[in-house]
């Protein structure tokens, strides 16, 4: 099951905090632009119906596993999309709603839910499904991409982001930024529950999964998190939920 707690679970969850572009959340407010890349740039790769003239995501369905105070919720609003966000921890969920109404887009289509993913029933199938770094802090990510991906339409897409299990992430994502810089607090992850890519992909194929890739991106101070063929820390990833026909089946 999910921890309690969503992205970061010794941090308090105030609005101030989370909102702040350089405040303790500023590295999920760095990574945010590349995180958008990424979710159009694989859309447009699957012929998804992104729109040119209007809002890209306009009519898609989409929701935001762990979605802390919304972030990722509320940018994929404004590109046109019906977003539900869900996460387990209320004052995160909270900061979320505050946030929403104090927004001035007044067709921000966004709603939240606050609720363990694994017990929350989809009303109906979605377009999208996106969980950034959250896996890491999963017991049992297994269940929870299955649970996900029970939510989507045939043909929809599940993305996402992670950290690997390497010798280079256990330096540099716990001792260097918990214990050294100060990045994030201490204890925040733990080095066994980070995900091999081929560890992701296993499972999202033993589900049926197709058109499943990866993609690495690293953080450079003073510049800024960008892609990159090393993906021995942290890496994307998506996959696609087979159509009911194939077009090259009778």
């Known amino acids: 099951m ?88 209320p004052q995160a969920i909270m900061c979320a709603i505050n946030h929403r109404n104090q927004c001035q887009d007044v067709n921000l289509d966004v709603s939240y839910i606050c609720q363990d993913p694994l017990t929350w029933q989809c009303p109906n199938p979605v377009d999208l499904i996106v969980i950034f770094e959250v896996l890491e802090h999963v017991e049992n990510p297994a269940q929870l991409l299955e649970k996900m991906l029970s939510w989507l339409r045939p043909g929809g897409l599940i993305m996402g982001s992670t950290i690997n299990r390497t010798k280079a992430s256990s330096v540099l994502a716990i001792d260097l930024a918990e214990h050294i810089l100060g990045w994030v607090p201490p204890g925040t992850h733990r080095w066994d529950q980070f995900l091999k890519p081929e560890e992701i992909i296993s499972i999202l194929k033993q589900h049926g999964c197709d058109s499943v890739e990866t993609q690495g991106y690293i953080y450079i101070p003073m510049v800024g998190y960008r892609y990159s063929p090393f993906s021995g820390i942290n890496y994307f990833f998506s996959a696609r939920k087979p159509p009911l026909y194939h077009p090259n089946h009778s």
């Open 2 to 89: 999910m921890k309690k707690t969503a992205l970061l679970p010794s941090m308090h969850f105030d609005s101030q905090d989370w909102w702040n572009e350089h405040g303790p959340f500023s590295l999920l407010h760095e990574c945010l632009l590349l995180r958008m890349t990424f979710i159009l740039n694989t859309l447009r790769q699957e012929n998804q119906d992104i729109h040119p003239a209007t809002p890209p995501l306009m009519g898609f369905r989409v929701v935001d596993v762990g979605c802390g105070a919304g972030l990722t919720s509320e940018p994929l609003a404004r590109l046109g999309a019906h977003v539900v966000g869900i996460d387990p921890e």
